[in-house]
């Protein structure tokens, strides 16, 4: 399947452009936070504190009258790296296990697999909380920790790709061309098993985020003085219902990322792999 | 099929006895001296022989394995340790807490099945109308919403500002109103998706065809004919939810200050009280084991087919 043809699949799935578009607009403005952020995050000013939105602070202010459009835009910096961190260091760990799996067979791939099912044995937020646990709290611990959580969904997914692609005549051709383990492993069987790995790193970024979110909205992750999203939800708490504006703008964003992710994801999956179109499933 | 059950079964234990050596190691791996993580501000004035009682006391001081194996034994009696914060068995401080956490996942379940599996249905019915867009796009906002806002938002209107229910606490069937709507959004929203996919396939098979030429109402061809054999998809999504409605709950509780696991396993991580971090932890796999084994069990009944795969 040609690269030209996945691409014209994905641009004819509208919501999917509309996601990636959105996707794309938030990362641009998180990443030009520094030039167009209206004040320092930091800076506080007292006589401005607990403010509704207006045309000075868009977003309204916080408790220490810090604007809320600015730590928005900054933390977004932390909660949008939170989604891509894990779905990096989960999505290469996992990918070489399955890899590796697959390919060495027998008790190697046994003791692999098994792994990955006591990865799989706790809930996962429960898995990124134990991780957390261990190494304490912090914002690359949970980073740590949920980079944990996204490996074995990877290592599944490279694992029966490998054992599909391991019999195929072009691997055997390589094979029998004198190519070693390790140029069929990444040249001839990786390549091939990319389709399934990209859509589920879609899935896995929206978790990412959300999970991120949910350990700094505990007081697990992000530390002050930096803040995420998920840190100033849980910020927020303690002004509702007056200053709703604290908790409305950082969730808000959350969730348009999320969303714009996950409506990403589907389109790539129909783009990739035709045969599912219309038969989307989560 | 006993047969299958038994090799489930068996594998359910290899699984569950490597939760036991992943938690046991979790204790052991973490940074700096037990003993002294144990004491927190204390330790500053503990003399080293001091340290050293309480490591002998703890049984810190022998071999990994030996520990190991007196973990093992000792969980195998269901003595999960004893908390370093209120020095309670930990077992016992679950005991007390997993009603609360049951009721709101099991509310939650409810809340997302009652909602969900109309909501899917309806949708499959009508496919590509505007009441199909618009349960869809809802149920894409369902999954994509950090659940602890959820949580936050509806505090804030139904509690806060309307005051139809209390916004904090528990104890009366209106407390746990919020919390099980929070919980449940996300499972109701996946649990209509995969509804309306399974139910849509099935639509258009020749028996639901033959059915309707029969000029069975339509209410008997959806109802009996198509849900009955969309069946197993969609209890086997119900079952899947258990594991996200567990770290849903545990969000939610914190949000409406909700007495249950999720709160004892975050104050065990922020006071660092490690066996009840260990405890809570082991127990909850094992809840989440037991749930999957017998939701694969179940399907298993209902699709023969997967019994001699």
């Known amino acids: ?282 | 099929m006993a047969r299958y059950v038994l090799q489930r079964l068996l594998s359910a234990v290899v699984v569950l006895w490597g939760v036991t050596v992943l938690v046991f190691s979790m204790v052991h791996a973490t940074p700096g001296d037990p003993v002294r993580v144990l004491l927190g501000d204390s330790a500053r004035g503990a003399t080293a022989e001091d340290l050293a009682r309480l490591r002998s006391e703890l049984g810190l001081d022998q071999p990994l394995l030996v520990q190991y194996k007196n973990f093992l034994a000792g969980l195998l009696q269901g003595d999960l340790g004893k908390s370093w914060r209120t020095n309670r068995p930990v077992a016992a401080e679950i005991a007390e807490r997993l009603p609360y956490t049951l009721q709101l996942t099991v509310a939650a379940l409810l809340v997302a099945v009652l909602i969900g599996l109309p909501a899917g249905v309806l949708a499959a019915t009508r496919p590509y109308s505007s009441v199909d867009y618009a349960l869809t796009g809802l149920a894409l906002v369902g999954v994509s919403m950090p659940v602890f806002w959820l949580g936050l938002l509806l505090m804030m209107v139904f509690a806060l500002t309307l005051g139809w229910f209390p916004a904090s606490g528990s104890g009366t069937w209106r407390h746990l109103v919020l919390p099980a709507l929070t919980v449940g959004a996300a499972s109701t929203a996946f649990i209509a998706r995969m509804t309306r996919a399974a139910m849509l396939e099935v639509l258009t098979e020749d028996y639901v065809r033959t059915a309707r030429a029969k000029g069975l109402s339509e209410w008997a061809v959806v109802g009996k004919h198509a849900l009955r054999n969309a069946a197993a998809p969609i209890l086997t999504a119900i079952g899947l939810q258990f594991g996200g409605l567990m770290g849903g709950a545990v969000l939610t509780e914190t949000v409406f200050a909700w007495p249950g696991l999720g709160r004892l396993v975050v104050n065990a991580i922020l006071t660092r009280d490690l066996y009840m971090l260990q405890g809570s932890i082991l127990f909850t796999a094992f809840l989440f084991i037991v749930v999957n084994l017998l939701v694969d069990i179940g399907y298993s009944l209902l699709n023969p087919k997967v019994r001699f795969a």
Request: proline share 6%; glycine share 10%.
């Open chain 1, 1 to 282: 399947m040609s690269r030209l043809a996945v691409w014209r699949r994905f641009a004819r799935h509208r919501l999917a452009v509309a996601g990636a578009a959105l996707l794309i607009l938030i990362t641009l403005l998180v990443i030009a936070a520094p030039w167009i952020a209206p004040y320092d995050p930091a800076a506080q000013d007292w006589s401005q504190r607990l403010r509704p939105p207006s045309r000075a602070h868009p977003f309204g202010t916080d408790q220490f009258g810090r604007d809320v459009l600015s730590r928005v835009l900054y933390g977004g910096r932390i909660s949008l790296l939170s989604g891509l961190l894990p779905v990096l260091i989960g999505g290469v760990a996992g990918t070489v296990l399955g890899l590796v799996a697959g390919f060495a067979g027998r008790w190697v791939d046994g003791f692999i697999m098994r792994v990955m099912d006591v990865l799989l044995a706790l809930p996962s937020l429960f898995l990124a909380l134990a991780v957390v646990g261990t190494l304490g709290p912090g914002w690359f611990n949970a980073v740590i920790a949920v980079s944990a959580v996204a490996v074995p969904a990877y290592a599944r997914i490279v694992r029966s790709r490998v054992l599909a692609l391991r019999e195929e005549d072009f691997v055997e051709a390589a094979r029998a061309m004198g190519a070693g383990p390790l140029r069929i492993m990444f040249r001839h069987v990786l390549p091939n098993a990319l389709s399934p790995v990209l859509v589920q790193s879609t899935l896995s970024f929206g978790f990412s985020i959300l999970s991120m979110a949910g350990l700094s909205f505990l007081g697990l992750g992000i530390q002050p003085p930096q803040t995420d999203w998920g840190d100033m939800l849980a910020l927020s708490r303690q002004f509702l219902p007056g200053a709703y504006w604290l908790g409305l703008f950082p969730g808000l964003f959350i969730m348009l990322v999320v969303l714009a992710v996950n409506l990403m994801g589907d389109g790539l999956r129909d783009a990739l792999d035709p045969r599912l179109q219309g038969r989307r499933q989560s």
